[in-house]
T-cell receptor, first 115, second 111 residues
Framework: DAGVTQSPTHLIKTRGQQVTLRCSPI?????VSWYQQVLGQGPQFIFQ???????GRGNFPDRFSARQFPNYSSELNVNALLLGDSALYLC??????????????FGDGTRLSIL | GEDVEQSLFLSVREGDSSVINCTYT??????LYWYKQEPGAGLQLLTY?????DMKQDQRLTVLLNKKDKHLSLRIADTQTGDSAIYFC???????????FGRGTSLIVHP
């Protein structure tokens, strides 16, 4: 079975631009989470969606938004990009049960560089 | 509040055992996880342990949990060069969908 897939793998943008990152969860997984990983740090939680509803939101500005589609894939949007948004953006999916504390399975991420 | 701390680096010789340590502060932590990240890749879930357990073993991996001291460790037996990576400890508290990660421990294995 395919794991979590993310696209694109790399992206270069300039300050002020907008970006959309995409994620397809493991087949059968209904929950998708997004994380930002700055170089040298652990992942920081941005959003979690389950069955197309937002279940949690981390401490990120409103420039960050996300959505989940009927097929459980997800997009992360970031507006008005800043240099500090340069990071690896990771998507993770969780098993289909609606229980907390489910182990998460990560994709390889999208490396976003802001010039 | 939630805070997970790890030492940043560990260097071992191939064939030796590696022990990576982690401390956490939230006493309501329910699940504790270990993830591995290789260069240019995402995080791979290695193992996890429920907070009502003291130990979990899975092939070369042994997880020990000391709830009193809020200390978690990952022991890798017979460490190989392919084990070189960054290892992240993470916790999630009761009822939460969101794990909190440490900064990661970079494991370097010398031939």
């Amino acid at each position: 079975d395919a794991g979590v897939t993310q696209s694109p793998t790399h992206l270069i943008k300039t300050r002020g631009q907008q970006v959309t990152l995409r994620c397809s969860p493991i087949s059968g997984h209904k929950s998708v989470s997004w994380y930002q990983q700055v170089l040298g740090q652990g992942p920081q939680f941005i959003f979690q969606y389950y069955e197309k509803e937002e279940r949690g939101r981390g401490n990120f500005p409103d420039r960050f938004s996300a959505r989940q589609f009927p097929n459980y894939s997800s997009e992360l949007n970031v507006n008005a990009l800043l240099l500090g948004d340069s990071a690896l953006y990771l998507c993770a999916s969780s098993p289909k049960d609606d229980r907390p504390n489910q182990p998460q399975h990560f994709g390889d991420g999208t490396r976003l560089s802001i010039l | 509040g939630e805070d997970v701390e790890q030492s940043l680096f560990l260097s071992v010789r191939e064939g030796d055992s590696s022990v990576i340590n982690c401390t956490y502060t939230d006493s309501s932590s329910t699940y504790l996880y270990w993830y591995k990240q290789e260069p240019g890749a995402g995080l791979q879930l290695l193992t996890y342990i429920f907070s009502n357990m003291d130990m979990k073993q899975d092939q070369r991996l042994t997880v020990l949990l000391n709830k009193k001291d809020k200390h978690l460790s990952l022991r890798i037996a017979d460490t190989q060069t392919g084990d070189s990576a960054i290892y992240f400890c993470a916790e999630s508290v009761r009822g939460s969908y969101i794990p909190t990660f440490g900064r990661g421990t970079s494991l370097i294995v010398h031939p």
